[in-house]
Antibody, heavy 119, light 106 residues
Framework: VQLVQSGAEVKKPGESLRISCKAS????????IGWVRQMPGKGLEWMGM????????RYSPSFQGQVTISADKSLTTAYLQWNTLRASDTAIYYC?????????????WGQGTRVTVSS | SYDLIQPSSLSVSPGQTARITCSGN??????VSWYQQRPGQSPLLVIY???VRPSGIPTRFSASNSGNTATLSISGTQAMDEADYYC?????????FGGGTKLTVL
């Protein structure tokens, strides 16, 4: 079981961005994929998750409307997208697999994608 | 909203037992998981469903959850256990992380 995330990004405020998380080693459609933010020197924050089978998506109230989570079953890949980046979006973003919602933890994690937003 | 409160830091001598607490209203009614995050690495699940160790996690990691407090215990603490530790629970379909505890082994 493996989650491989896309590489580091450097963007300017106001730009858009989509980062990815490619899953392998298990049936992609049967497990949830979630996203977690870690701002510099800070803790973990759950952003939301998606069930690729039917694209059922849940967002943390803190991130609802700020980002979009999607998945492509044919590519076994989940995505996290911003339409308008801000400097405060600078962080490391992790994807992770959750077997059952709302019961299970993140059992597998990606390696993280560092996003830097700076003018 | 539901909060999970952890001490920001804890120091322990090598070989001693480290106990990291996580507090929340009626936390004992929920399942708690614990993650270890070493510097520069992704988090790693070390405990789930209050007390269960995933395959490959050393037996020196144990945990409990009752009342308003969950506790992660690391017995015979080693230098390699120096890391940030996060508790996590679900509340009304929202996944919650504690603020994290920096464990220093010195």
């Amino acid at each position: 079981v493996q989650l491989v995330q896309s590489g580091a990004e450097v963007k300017k405020p106001g730009e858009s961005l989509r980062i990815s998380c490619k899953a392998s080693g298990y049936t992609f459609t049967n497990k949830w994929i979630g996203w977690v933010r870690q701002m510099p020197g800070k803790g973990l924050e759950w952003m939301g998750m998606i069930y690729p089978y039917d694209s059922d998506t849940r967002y943390s109230p803190s991130f609802q409307g700020q980002v979009t989570i999607s998945a492509d079953k044919s590519l076994t890949t989940a995505y996290l997208q911003w339409n308008t980046l801000r400097a405060s979006d600078t962080a490391i973003y992790y994807c992770g697999r959750v077997d059952q919602v709302p019961h299970d933890p993140f059992s597998v994690w990606g390696q993280g994608t560092r996003v830097t937003v700076s003018s | 909203s539901y909060d999970l409160i952890q001490p920001s830091s804890l120091s322990v001598s090598p070989g001693q037992t480290a106990r990291i607490t996580c507090s929340g209203n009626k936390l004992g009614d929920k399942y708690v998981s614990w993650y270890q995050q070493r510097p520069g690495q992704s988090p790693l699940l070390v405990i789930y469903e209050d007390t269960v160790r995933p395959s490959g996690i050393p037996t020196r990691f144990s945990a409990s959850n009752s009342g308003n407090t969950a506790t992660l215990s690391i017995s015979g603490t080693q230098a390699m256990d120096e890391a940030d530790y996060y508790c996590q629970a679900w509340d009304n379909d929202v996944l919650i992380f504690g603020g994290g505890t920096k464990l220093t082994v010195l």
